[in-house]
C-alpha cells in the first residue's frame, strides 16, 4: 500500500512569488491535513479537508489556502510569499476512524528568499 | 486555547527506560496520540490514548490521566535508532483530524 506523497520534496521560491504544493493520500484515505513545521513554532495545523471539503482550518492568513479533488488528492496554496513562510509543509492522510492516527508524508521544504 | 508542554531534550543511553512527559491545558479532546519523528522525515505515529491508563505497544508504552491533565511516553530498552523527536498531540472533540501538537521532545540515545 503506497504511502502519502507529496510533491515537490524542495523548492526555493522569492519574496512576493506564490508556490502550489500537492499531496497524494493513501488510497481509501478520504480525509487530507496539513501542518507547517518550524523550528520556532513547531507542527502547526493549517486546515483539514474530508470529501472535498473544509473540514477545519488553523489560525494562518488569507495566502494559505487549499483544496482537496474528488479523488481525495489535496494541493494548498501560498501566496504573496514571506520569508517567514521558509518551512517543511507536511501533509497527513486518515481514515474516519477515531485512533488519532495520521499518515504523514515526507514533507515540502520550501525556502524563501 | 490548548497548548501541550514536554521537555525539549532528553538524553539516555542505550539499553535504558525514558519517560517522555506531555502536560497540556485544553478544554476537552478525544485522546492523546504520540508521533516520533527522525531528522528529516516524516512523522510516524507510535500510539494512542483515548481512555486513561497505560497502552503498551511493543517497547512503546503511553499513559493518560485526564484527571492530572498528563500523559507520558514510556520507552523501553533503548536502542541507537530512537534517537528522534517525539511529540504529543490531541485530537479535539469535533469530527476533525485536527492536531494540536506538543512542542516535543528530542531524544538522544548514547552508546
Known amino acids: 500500500k503506497a504511502g502519502v506523497t507529496q510533491t515537490p520534496r524542495y523548492l526555493i521560491k522569492t519574496r512576493g512569488q506564490q508556490v502550489t504544493l500537492s499531496c497524494s493520500p493513501i488510497s481509501g484515505h478520504r480525509s487530507v491535513s496539513w501542518y507547517q513545521q518550524t523550528p520556532g513554532q513547531g507542527l502547526q495545523f493549517l486546515f483539514e479537508y474530508f470529501s472535498e471539503t473544509q473540514r477545519n482550518k488553523g489560525n494562518f492568513p488569507g495566502r494559505f489556502s487549499g483544496r482537496q479533488f474528488s479523488n481525495s488528492r489535496s494541493e494548498m496554496n501560498v501566496s504573496t510569499l514571506e520569508l517567514g513562510d521558509s518551512a517543511l509543509y507536511l501533509c497527513?492522510?486518515?481514515?474516519?476512524?477515531?485512533?488519532?492516527?495520521?499518515?504523514f508524508g515526507e514533507g515540502s521544504r520550501l525556502t524563501v528568499l | 486555547g490548548q497548548s501541550l508542554e514536554q521537555p525539549s531534550e532528553v538524553t539516555a543511553v542505550e539499553g535504558a527506560i525514558v519517560q517522555i512527559n506531555c502536560t497540556y491545558q485544553?478544554?476537552?479532546?478525544?485522546?492523546l496520540s504520540w508521533y516520533q519523528q527522525h531528522d528529516g522525515g516524516a512523522p510516524t505515529f507510535l500510539s494512542y490514548?483515548?481512555?486513561?491508563g497505560l497502552e503498551e505497544t511493543g517497547r512503546f508504552s503511553s499513559f493518560l490521566s485526564r484527571s492530572d491533565s498528563y500523559g507520558y511516553l514510556l520507552l523501553q530498552e533503548l536502542q541507537m535508532k530512537d534517537s528522534a523527536s517525539y511529540f504529543c498531540?490531541?485530537?479535539?472533540?469535533?469530527?476533525?483530524?485536527?492536531?494540536?501538537f506538543g512542542t516535543g521532545t528530542l531524544l538522544a540515545v548514547q552508546p
Open positions: 485544553t478544554s476537552g479532546f478525544y485522546g
Open positions: 497527513a492522510s486518515s481514515s474516519t476512524g477515531d485512533t488519532g492516527e495520521l499518515f
Open positions: 498531540a490531541v485530537r479535539g472533540l469535533s469530527a476533525t483530524n485536527k492536531l494540536i
Open positions: 490514548n483515548a481512555l486513561d
